[in-house]
C-alpha cells in the first residue's frame, strides 16, 4: 500500500510540475492558425479554418479541410513546426524566441521551419544564405534550453 501511495504521489506531482513545450500561440493557434499540414501536402501555407481544428500538447492548430485535420491526428509529430513555431533563425543564430510570419517557412529534410519576415529583415533569407546544416544543429541545441521557457 506504501509503495501504491508513493507512485501515486510521484505521478501527480510529475503531471503538475511538468512543463510543456512553449508554442508560439501569438494568434491563438501555432503558425499563426495557418494549416501546418499544408506547408507539406500542398507546397505552400493555407490559413486553417475554424470548424476544422483540434490541440495536442496543450497547443491549438487549424486545418484548411477535415483530411489535413485527420492527416495531422494521425501523426502530430511529423506536421509540428520547429522550435514551437518560433523563428528558426532566431532560435539557432541568436538563442531568442521570435515571433513569425506564417508564409515565410521552409520545408527542410521532412521537417517545418518558419520565420521572422518584415520589410526590413527577411530571416528566411538570412537562414539560406548562411550555413543551414549547421544553423539547424545549433538550434536543435540552443531549443533544448528555451522550449521550457515561457516568451
Not at 6 to 35: R, W
Not at 41 to 65: E, I
Not at 114 to 127: G, Q, R, T, V
Amino acid at each position: 500500500m506504501k509503495q501504491l501511495i508513493t507512485l501515486l504521489l510521484i505521478t501527480i506531482s510529475t503531471s503538475i510540475f511538468s512543463q510543456q513545450i512553449d508554442y508560439n500561440t501569438k494568434k491563438g493557434y501555432v503558425a499563426e492558425g495557418y494549416d501546418v499540414v499544408s506547408y507539406f501536402v500542398n507546397d505552400k501555407p493555407l490559413k486553417g479554418k475554424n470548424k476544422f481544428q483540434t490541440s495536442f500538447d496543450g497547443a491549438k492548430f487549424k486545418f484548411s479541410s477535415a483530411e489535413n485535420l485527420e492527416l495531422f491526428k494521425a501523426s502530430p509529430k511529423k506536421y509540428i513546426p520547429q522550435y514551437g513555431g518560433y523563428c528558426a533563425y532566431a532560435v539557432a543564430a541568436k538563442k531568442t524566441k521570435m515571433y513569425i510570419d506564417a508564409e515565410a517557412y521552409e520545408v527542410r529534410d521532412g521537417k517545418l521551419y518558419l520565420f521572422y519576415n518584415s520589410w526590413l529583415s527577411n530571416k528566411l533569407d538570412d537562414w539560406k544564405e548562411g550555413n543551414t546544416k549547421k544553423l539547424q544543429a545549433k538550434g536543435d541545441l540552443n531549443w533544448k534550453d528555451l522550449k521550457h521557457k515561457k516568451n
